[in-house]
């Protein structure tokens, strides 16, 4: 069993930026790819951005050039740095960790206002 601690939500204003961590349980050495994926009521989940272990990155066209995922091998932990936060970034965040099985955080809330 793998737990992801996520933490950095919170509510923001149109335009502000906001860091969100997560850190599992485990060394993240052994987590090929890792992500972050949000969701809204009455939606689907939908990926924001992945790392894998080698670092290559992929991010949704929602939140390209606004937003940058990165994984700190030494503080065990990805971290999703989000720029010019817009209200439809309003969402429950989830941190991923794919093992043999997937992994999913509690969430954390990312509210932007207008």
């Known amino acids: 069993q793998v737990r992801l601690v996520e933490s950095g939500g919170g509510l923001v204003r149109a335009g502000e930026s906001l860091r969100l961590s997560c850190a599992p349980s485990?060394?993240?050495?052994?987590?090929?790819?890792m992500g972050w994926y949000r969701q809204v009521p009455g939606k689907q989940r939908e990926l924001v951005a992945t790392?894998?272990?080698?670092?290559?990155?992929t991010y949704a066209d929602s939140v390209k050039g606004r937003v940058t995922i990165s994984r700190d091998n030494a503080k065990n932990a990805i971290d999703l740095q989000m720029n010019s936060l817009k209200p439809e970034d309003t969402a429950v965040y989830y941190c991923?960790?794919?093992?043999?099985?997937?992994?999913w955080g509690q969430g954390t809330q990312v509210t932007v206002s207008s």
């Open positions: 790392i894998t272990n080698l670092g290559s990155t």
């Open positions: 485990i060394t993240i050495l052994r987590i090929k790819t």
């Open positions: 991923n960790a794919q093992l043999i099985f997937d992994y």
